[in-house]
């Protein structure tokens, strides 16, 4: 965890400036595993501790608490794998085969990541690819920069990484977490690389400014905002550093969507790949939990092109198309039940008798099954 110190004001002047031509959306949004547990009576108010939930359901909810905040956005996760640091029971790798695949049934992307210390990055990508090849939503691979010392060239050394990582899949991304755009290594010549910011530690206008900076700094390169760090829960002179008397995200209503749309606002490019992060799963300290509670889709994963019936959904003013594959267009109400379950198509939803498929994602072979 990185540490921000821009002055309330000039946070306020980084907003202003972003406000012209903001982001439009993102395109990643989710968790973290190992998320992080608020503990006030343990003395650990200021960093939290990290948690480990008691179930892949569990992980399940945390993904998509989140993700639903930005409906259209991909859900994903970047999962810890590997030695831990400060983690005194890391999960086992049979918890993490568990969880993974659960998660992976559901749709949500994965993003395998390590703090490999003195450890050889490229030997531990070939370890952990390896292991997890068969997620069909296995998407890429990082390394949190707080607990890795480049080897030489920052450049090359990223670019052996990737390499690596690509000689399984073209298409799996590498990212680098760390709270300086300094710290990043240049794009490869697929331009692909996804650049995490993990300031903490200010009011939340100054951690706004900090990673909109470092956003703005990179573009176009994708860039990710990780944060909702215990530490900056807090009210008043709660926090690790006293200097100023502020409240933290404790005091929002709904801390997700707010902090994200703030982002969003002061992000200059409106093309840039951009993706969220929450770190703080539980509090102890306010009512705060992401285990419970979210609308999660079912998806059914299809290995090759589904020759069966599947819908294609139309917006029609107040209606909604859906088109059947090999069947005539219906024609239904914007609200209604599919055999007494609701169900959301493009912020809609819409009624089919019999079995169906919803094709959700033109690069994923997920699909939503209808009963």
């Known amino acids: 965890m990185g540490s921000c110190s821009l002055r309330y004001a000039a946070a306020m002047v980084m907003l202003a400036a972003g406000l012209g031509s903001a982001a439009t959306a993102f395109k990643w949004t989710g968790g973290k595993q190992p998320g992080k547990l608020t503990t006030p009576k343990t003395g650990q108010v200021n960093i939290g501790e990290f948690i480990n939930l008691a179930s892949k359901e569990e992980w399940g909810q945390v993904v998509f608490n989140i993700a639903n905040k930005y409906p259209g956005s991909k859900p994903w996760i970047t999962w810890g794998v590997g030695t831990w640091p400060e983690h005194s029971q890391p999960i086992t ?138 530490a900056d829960e807090p009210l008043k002179g709660g926090h690790v550093h006293f200097s100023t008397d502020y409240d933290g995200w404790g005091k929002m209503q709904d801390p997700i969507k707010e902090w ?49 019936r599947f819908l294609r959904v139309e917006r029609n003013g107040s209606r909604l198309t859906l088109r059947l594959g090999g069947g005539a267009d219906i024609i239904v109400p914007a609200a209604a039940d599919i055999m007494g379950r609701k169900v959301t198509i493009a912020n809609a939803t819409g009624p089919a008798g019999g079995r169906y498929y919803l094709q959700v994602g033109g690069e994923t072979a997920a699909w939503t099954e209808f009963r």
């Open 93 to 230: 790798d049979a918890q993490s085969d568990e969880a993974l695949k659960y998660l992976d049934d559901l749709g949500v992307q994965i993003f395998l990541e390590v703090r490999p210390g003195s450890a050889n990055v490229v030997s531990l990508i070939d370890t952990y690819v390896k292991r997890y090849s068969s997620l069909k939503n296995l998407r890429g691979f990082g390394v949190d920069l707080e607990f890795y010392t480049w080897k030489g060239n920052k450049d090359a050394d990223a670019k052996l990484m990737d390499d690596k990582l690509k000689s399984f899949n073209p298409d799996y991304r590498m990212f680098f977490k760390h709270w300086e755009a300094t710290n990043m290594p240049k794009n490869n010549a697929k331009g692909d690389m996804i650049y995490f910011a993990t300031s903490s530690e200010d009011a939340i206008p100054g951690i706004i400014a900090g990673h909109s900076k470092f956003a703005n700094t990179l573009a176009p390169s994708a860039v990710a905002f990780q944060i909702g760090y215990p």
């Open 260 to 308: 994200g749309d703030g982002l969003l606002k002061a992000v200059t490019s409106n093309t840039q790949e951009l993706g969220f992060v929450w770190v703080t799963v539980k509090s102890e300290r306010i009512p705060w939990d992401l285990t419970k509670g979210a609308n999660i889709p079912t998806f059914v994963a299809v290995s090759k092109p589904f020759q069966g």
